[in-house]
């Protein structure tokens, strides 16, 4: 067969599956009959409400030089880890806002990182293609930095995400430009098990986010520059359970919701989605329309402990509190005073739900912690 002739049947294969995507698209959207804000005013649900002092701004965690990449909780709540573009991650006393460890970093461009279940370490990576763990309980080194205690190298693009499996410190999910996931036995330093890649059925573009369920620990989902959230079972990683279209631009987001059976994306094109991880339909766009026609994209986002809110962060430096049942925005905190002076890059609240962290590229993190701002925020009045 000659190379036109196989050119021509590319082409026709291609217009055939562009075909069929439209189709199904169309078939998802007959599908669509109603939304969760649409069946929740049905039934006359009250809208989410907060006073002029509900949210106070508790602590500003300031030590980094460098825009704020991302940031994680311990499960007991009191501390916090962020990575930073100075090359740092700093360890972080919610409490008190003092630093209990900075860890200086073989490779400055840090993209994410995570705390283990445990508390007693934590795991970084970024553009140099690795991630590295770090025993916060090993002896320091001369200079006074804690070495590296264990590297996890096999991707072969930058380690845009990481998490621990919950209950277990040896087990960790990572994310990757090279379109794949990875589960690593941190004990061996090995893969366990990598999700996409070469097989046709994963991501076709760089994986930007993970989220573990909590509910369900073998299940996880990634999000894409591809457009789309795949669901995965960390038992069969030859294709992705699930795949969630709707988005028109990059997915650099994910996370469950609380009871496990949904999740929400946040993307560049400005909306956030909930989705069912069963039927893999859409069951709600968040979406606020700017006065200045940009769309600033969504960065990041976190559902309080009833699911009732949806957190998300915004590229210009809006983070705005979302009623999940009305899909309205009951609150920004980017206009309260003493609020991020840039653009939003991570967030996320505590396992207990008590406490919400932001981090920025204008250097800083700001906690609201329990007692000090409205404990309705957090945990998302189920009365409502």
Not at 161 to 171: H, I, K, N, W
Not at 233 to 250: I, K, L, N, P, Q
Not at 332 to 359: F, K, M, P, W, Y
Request: aromatic letters at 6%.
């Amino acid at each position: 067969m000659s190379v036109t002739e196989l050119k021509k049947r590319q082409e026709a294969a291609t217009e055939t599956l562009n075909n069929l995507r439209e189709r199904l698209r169309q078939r998802r959207l007959q599908l669509l009959d109603t939304d969760v804000a649409t069946d929740a005013r049905g039934q006359g649900r009250a809208p989410v409400t907060f006073g002029p002092t509900d949210l106070v701004c508790c602590r500003t965690l300031q030590g980094h030089t460098g825009k704020v990449y991302s940031l994680d909780w311990t499960p007991e709540r009191n501390r916090i880890v962020s990575a930073s573009q100075d090359g740092r991650l700093i360890v972080w006393n919610a409490l008190t806002s003092q630093k209990t460890h900075a860890i200086k970093l073989p490779c400055a461009w840090v993209m994410t990182c995570a705390f283990a279940v445990s508390g007693q370490s934590v795991a970084c990576g970024g553009l140099e293609s690795v991630c590295s763990i770090f025993n916060l309980n090993s002896p320091t080194e001369k200079d006074g930095n804690i070495p590296v205690s264990r590297m996890l190298s096999g991707h072969k693009g930058y380690v845009s995400s990481c998490q621990y499996v919950p209950d277990e410190d040896t087990c960790l999910i990572t994310g990757s430009g090279d379109q794949t996931c990875v589960l690593w036995d941190i004990t061996t330093g090995l893969r366990t098990s990598v999700f996409g890649g070469e097989f046709q059925y994963g991501h076709s573009a760089d994986v930007l986010s993970i989220s573990i369920n909590g509910s369900n620990s073998r299940m996880f989902v990634s999000g894409s520059c591809d457009g789309t959230g795949r669901l995965w079972d960390t038992r069969v990683a030859s294709r992705a359970v699930r795949t969630f279209h709707g988005h028109e631009g990059d997915v650099n987001t994910v996370k469950f919701f609380p009871d496990g059976n949904r999740l929400g994306t946040g993307s560049d094109d400005g909306t956030c989605r909930l989705f069912d991880i069963r039927t893999g339909h859409q069951l709600q766009v968040y979406y606020q329309q700017n006065g200045d026609g940009e769309v600033p994209h969504v960065t990041s986002i976190a559902f309080s402990i009833s699911g009732r809110l949806l957190i998300a962060g915004y590229s210009n430096g809006d983070c705005y509190v979302w009623d999940t049942l009305l899909a309205e925005v009951v609150l920004n905190l980017g206009s309260l005073q003493n609020s991020h002076e840039g653009r939003i890059s991570c967030l996320g609240l505590s396992v207990d739900g008590s406490a919400l962290c932001t981090g920025s590229w204008d250097t800083n993190l700001k906690a609201l912690l329990k007692g000090l701002c409205s404990q309705a925020l957090l945990n998302g009045l189920d009365r409502a």
